[in-house]
């Protein structure tokens, strides 16, 4: 799709300043846009009207040199000679663009594949697309309008709600729900045996996982994660939560309502997270802890206690930022202070000879 300045302007609701008549066809970073790309800096939350003071803006220093046909902004750069796009918020603004010039691609078919093999008392509702090679089994319920891509398999008794979209082989076991406006991506896994076990006999046996897993509506999973099913009761994922790739929820988790968590989290089984909690990358939990509603953790951190809500906890184990950051400032110092300290021996060893 290609638009002029002022008809993008229209479609993100924004205040033209400048020329309107230049033609974008797509968005593009401050250093790569082109003349047909538009680009876009976020600004802190103060006032500024003049391009010199603007050197802690992020990407502000190249947009003078960028090649970019026009800008988004948050308000009005005095001094920029481009096109400028002034928005309440230049995030959703971003977010309408790169709809707008995203790539145009095929719709699912509505109908079932010939190839796909669908139980005779599963339920499709009306407008559903099921995809090449799917396999449904008994009594799976399949909502309006939902995109069952090739290759998935949905065990028994489960239920997938109105407008969700499971990507290429995903696959959900038996007795799982997933609410409305869900979003899988391609290989992950929804209701797989959690990983109990009882040392018995000389023998690790595995405990039976006979509850579900419950996704709540408008979460959305990457691609390639692992969500397994409750010992009893559900694994829940609540409302609004949204899952990076290659993330492992365990058993009988239960994560609130919002939450954000990032690529290569372990959750551990049985723990519990309050609504709006923020995991970043590569951090793992011990199994049976309460993150508190708010709470954001590190990256690459290690939680093995409960934390309050509205923490904000860094580390392995994890403790509070500032204090973690404490901590690193002073681990580095440690090879000048281990130093210092083999030098103050030697000249306490001086003087208590000379004593001698």
Same mark, same amino acid.
């Given at each position: 799709m290609r638009l002029t300045v002022a008809q993008l302007a229209e479609r993100i609701g924004a205040e033209l300043v400048g020329d309107g008549s230049g033609q974008i066809s797509a968005v593009g970073t401050v250093e790569s846009a082109g003349e047909n790309d538009v680009t876009f800096v976020?600004?802190?939350?103060?006032?500024?009207?003049h391009l010199k003071n603007l050197t802690d803006v992020r990407h502000i220093a190249g947009l003078e040199q960028?090649?970019?046909?026009?800008?988004?902004?948050?308000?009005? !750069?005095?001094?920029? /000679? *481009?096109?400028?796009?002034?928005?309440?918020?230049?995030?959703?603004?971003?977010i309408e663009a790169l709809n707008v010039f995203g790539p145009a691609l095929k719709a699912a078919a509505e109908? !079932?594949?010939?190839? /796909? *093999?669908v139980a005779a008392d599963a339920r499709i509702a009306k407008g559903v697309a099921v995809g090449a090679g799917v396999v449904i089994d008994d009594r799976v319920e399949i909502g309006e309008n939902s995109v069952i891509s090739s290759g998935c398999k949905i065990g028994e008794n489960s239920k997938v709600g109105r407008n969700c979209r499971l990507d290429s082989n995903v696959v959900v076991y038996h007795n799982c729900t997933i609410g409305n406006n869900v979003v899988i991506q391609a290989n992950s896994t929804i209701g797989s045996t959690g990983f109990g076990y009882s040392f018995i006999d000389g023998a690790h046996r595995l405990i039976p996982h006979n509850g579900g897993v419950s996704i709540e509506d408008f979460v959305e999973i990457?691609?390639?994660?692992?969500?397994?099913r409750a010992k009893f009761g559900n694994t829940i994922i609540g409302a609004g939560t949204k899952i990076d790739?290659?993330?492992?929820?365990?058993?009988?988790?239960?994560?609130?309502?919002?939450?954000?968590i990032a690529s290569l989290v372990g959750i551990s089984g049985s723990c519990k997270l309050g609504d709006g909690v923020v995991l970043a990358g590569q951090v793992g939990l011990a199994d049976n802890i309460e993150i508190g509603a708010g709470t954001i953790v590190g990256a690459q951190s290690g939680v093995n206690h409960n934390i309050a809500a509205g923490q904000r906890v860094l580390g392995s184990p994890a403790i509070e930022g500032k204090e973690a950051l404490q901590v690193f400032v002073l681990t580095k110092r440690l090879p000048k202070?281990?130093?210092q300290l083999k030098q103050l021996s030697k000249r306490i060893e001086g003087l208590e000879k000379a004593k001698d």
């Open positions: 976020i600004a802190p939350k103060r006032n500024y009207v960028s090649r970019a046909g026009a800008v988004i902004v948050a308000r009005r !750069i005095e001094g920029l /000679a *481009k096109p400028q796009l002034i928005v309440k918020d230049v995030n959703a603004a971003l109908g !079932i594949d010939p190839t /796909a *093999k990457g691609a390639n994660c692992c969500i397994d790739n290659l993330v492992q929820i365990a058993h009988n988790v239960v994560i609130g309502k919002g939450c954000l202070l281990v130093e």
